[in-house]
T-cell receptor
Framework: GENVEQHPSTLSVQEGDSAVIKCTYSDSASNYFPWYKQELGKRPQLIIDIRSNVGEKKDQRIAVTLNKTAKHFSLHITETQPEDSAVYFCAARAAGTSYGKLTFGQGTILTVHP | GAGVSQTPSNKVTEKGKYVELRCDPISGHTALYWYRQSLGQGPEFLIYFQGTGAADDSGLPNDRFFAVRPEGSVSTLKIQRTERGDSAVYLC?????????????FGPGTRLTVT
């Protein structure tokens, strides 16, 4: 089955700096890659996603890039703010399952210092 | 509109007891998923429903776990003879049942503690 590795496990930045979180996946047939933000005690919230036919996607201060050849994708947050502090999870959905399960990475704890 | 809701928000039970966890998906979402999240980990897939039927139950850890969705909307996750290792947050998610639309939206979870 699919295996998703995420790093770093913790990331500490100063307000205004950029943050990058990277994930690798094992199943070359995976075709959908969402990122979720989870604040302490709250539900995971979808913040951005990318499909396998696209190399990059941006939404204001966040962007995701996908390298299918290397089987990795990354989340980029620019001009970080203290409210960006949370746990971020990447995930991958394998093709061939119509509306199927997501396999998640282990999470990155992002701390943005004012 | 209303998001995915789950009840109860917290459940404390004794080892060996039976528990039921409920999920109300977003209206119109016919796909429903259950995940389990242990402390410091990412969500781990348990089971997925398309309509009333379980399309993929490969993540259920053993036969103590069972889930139903009799009318294609609300789902109940049932755990028999609970063990301390079952303690976790149980998350439910739903999505539109359309080709090419894969976004899953999560509920707030039920925190299960087995003492």
């Amino acid at each position: 089955g699919e295996n998703v590795e995420q790093h770093p496990s913790t990331l500490s930045v100063q307000e205004g700096d950029s943050a990058v979180i990277k994930c690798t996946y094992s199943d070359s047939a995976s075709n959908y890659f969402p990122w979720y933000k989870q604040e302490l005690g709250k539900r995971p919230q979808l913040i951005i996603d990318i499909r396998s036919n696209v190399g990059e996607k941006k939404d204001q201060r966040i962007a995701v890039t996908l390298n299918k050849t290397a089987k990795h994708f990354s989340l980029h947050i620019t001009e970080t703010q203290p409210e960006d502090s949370a746990v971020y999870f990447c995930a991958a959905r394998a093709a061939g399952t119509s509306y199927g399960k997501l396999t998640f990475g282990q999470g990155t704890i992002l701390t943005v210092h004012p | 509109g209303a998001g995915v809701s789950q009840t109860p928000s917290n459940k404390v039970t004794e080892k060996g007891k039976y528990v039921e966890l409920r999920c109300d998906p977003i209206s119109g979402h016919t796909a429903l998923y259950w995940y389990r999240q242990s402390l410091g980990q990412g969500p781990e897939f348990l089971i997925y429903f398309q309509g009333t039927g379980a399309a993929d139950d490969s993540g259920l850890p053993n036969d103590r776990f069972f889930a139903v969705r009799p009318e294609g909307s609300v789902s109940t996750l049932k755990i028999q003879r609970t063990e301390r290792g079952d303690s976790a947050v149980y998350l439910c998610a739903s999505s539109l049942d359309r080709t090419g639309i894969y976004e899953q939206y999560f509920g707030p979870g039920t925190r299960l503690t087995v003492t």
